[in-house]
Each structure stands twice: as C-alpha cells, then as structure tokens.
C-alpha cells in the first residue's frame, strides 16, 4: 500500500459499481458478528440505477487506490428519501427534531448517505479525508450534514465523533437502535 490513495469523487460506471460492491462485503447481513462488532458495517443496499441518480444530483466522494474504490461516503439528498424505504424511519425522526432552536426540517441540510472503508486500508486515516472531502465540495450549499449510526456500530459512533458530528437524537426501529448525529459547518 505504498501507492498514492485518491480522495475523489465518482465518475464512472465502474467507480459506482466498485461501491455497490465494497457495500455488499460490508452490509450487516453479509458479516458475522464478530466482525459487526470489531469492524462496523453498513445496513443499506443501493442499486446501479439509484446510485446513478444519487451521483447526477450530487458527486458520492470515494477513495481510490490503484483504480480501485477502497472507501466511500455518498452524498443524501433529502429529495431521495423516499427511494429508500428502509431510510423512512430516519427521516420520520429528522422532521421532529429541533436543532439550535428551529425545527430541523428548515435548515439547510443533507444527509450523509453511508460511509465504508475496506478492511484492508481502515485505520489509516480515510473516513477523516472523505469527510474533509464531503466538507469541501458541499460547505457552500449545506450548513449541516445529518446521518444516523446504529448504537451498536461503536467504530462508526467513534469516527463520526472524531471528525465533529455530535448525537442529537437517539431512537429505535425494525432493524436497530440508532444516534442521529450531526455535523454543523455552519
């Protein structure tokens, strides 16, 4: 690994079906415990045609080693909310929370889409670079960036803390326990 890794953003078929894949390896379903537990993972599957979308709306940030997507962190439009089913919960919380004194709903947000790293290249300092990356490419359009992160994810919880997102809710749904956190640039 002494090759240069890009923090980029998706411009191809190929980067998008790269993290279709890394998702796949990484989705709840697909890990043993242990491995939920040690490494972390991530609860939603997309597909081509909704990535692509995604992508068109807003640049899903990723890093590359050798040609390869090594890590992602895609960008949430709240337009995409209901493409998601599994995401409806999320936002059914988002609208009720007050945050600095105004509802939620009318602040400039989005929503950070999910964020993975390989096995192989975690610990190096990625998940901090894809977010400076999301900071910088959105900071103008956006005043906060909002994700949930399952309580039981505790190397997720750890990360999203270390770049600056900050718990504002916690709630439970069919699948898990969840922080929403967010992460104000403002």
Not at 15 to 40: P, V
Not at 111 to 120: E, K, L
Not at 144 to 173: M, P, W
Request: proline share 2%.
């Amino acid at each position: 690994m002494h090759d240069v890794i890009t923090i980029e953003t998706a411009n191809s078929v190929s980067d998008l079906e790269q993290i279709i894949d890394l998702q796949a390896k990484n989705h709840y379903l697909s890990i043993n415990n242990d491995t939920k537990t040690e490494q972390g993972f991530v609860t939603v599957k997309h597909n081509l045609d909704l990535l692509t979308k995604m992508n068109n709306v807003a640049k899903q940030v990723i890093a590359k080693h050798n040609n390869n997507v090594v890590g992602f962190a895609l960008v949430m439009p709240k337009e995409f909310k209901s493409l998601i089913p599994i995401l409806e919960p999320m936002f059914n919380e988002l609208e009720k929370i007050q945050y600095n004194g105004k509802n939620l709903s009318t602040l400039n947000y989005y929503v950070m889409g999910q964020i993975c790293v390989d096995i192989n290249y975690r610990g190096i300092g990625l998940v901090d670079k894809m977010y400076a990356k999301h900071k910088e490419l959105l900071k103008k359009q956006f005043d906060l960036c909002v994700t949930e992160i399952a309580t039981s994810n505790l190397r997720s919880i750890k990360a999203h803390e270390r770049v600056g997102f900050k718990t504002v809710k916690q709630y439970k749904d069919a699948t898990h326990e969840w922080n929403i956190v967010i992460w104000d640039w403002s």
